[in-house]
């Protein structure tokens, strides 16, 4: 599905500075092969759903904040990309754009200037370095949320930017769209309806149950399929041990 937009995101890279915005994000999963055992797995699972045989596009949200959603679809991304696949990262969360601090990506057109029209999505799209020194193989094409207030997503035509999005996603083997919390704004909502698919964030230790059922009755009304949800930030010292006999296969073997 790679197209000549994923194509010239690939050169846009490779003219960057070495290092200029490699994701903090991926740090631990290079370092942890548990960590990125884990996001292949996922990212595996994500492949297989029905909903993704057809689309490419996932909104990643959570019930509340700090979940860790925004974790979850960088990390996601960079598995794709690690897997050769073109992914497309996009910072949905208007009103606390940690994507865009992260990626460096501050002060641009992004998401919002797209779904209004005012911007073509290629003019939008920066590529990023998933890694420190990983020129053109673990790249992410990035979108900013964009410079406008989100206040504005009232004045979206949401036939013309579903139409818009799918045409973007196109050009792409993945996508994933990071949202503000459920319960917290609107915004997601209004997002589920261009995605093919939800992935819903639950952080181990402070999801409350009662919230996470009314964002997913929420979710359930827009009518966007939900693919399943992640128990992220899982401690064993505080919730107990995990089903995982085989962690000592990651050790590095002895000589």
Known sequence: MATESAAQSAKALAR?????AAFAFAQKMLESPEVAEAYEALFGDLRLAPPLQSGNAILVT??????GKTTVATCLA????RAGRTALLIDGDLRRP???AEAGSADTPGFLEVILGEVDAADAIRPVAAAPDSAGVGAVSVMSGGRKPPMLLGAVDWTRARSAFRAMSQGFDYVFLDSPPILAANDALLFAGVVDAVL???GAGNGNLDEIRRAKEQLEAIG?????AVLNRFEPKLHGPSNRPYSGYY?????
């Open 251 to 255: 050790q590095p073997a002895r000589a």
């Open 98 to 100: 940690a994507l865009t």
């Open 224 to 228: 966007t399929p939900i693919v399943g």
């Open 78 to 81: 960079i598995t794709a990309s």
């Open 200 to 202: 819903l964030v639950v």
């Open 62 to 67: 959570s019930a509340a904040p700090g979940e």
């Open 16 to 20: 960057e500075p070495k290092n200029r």
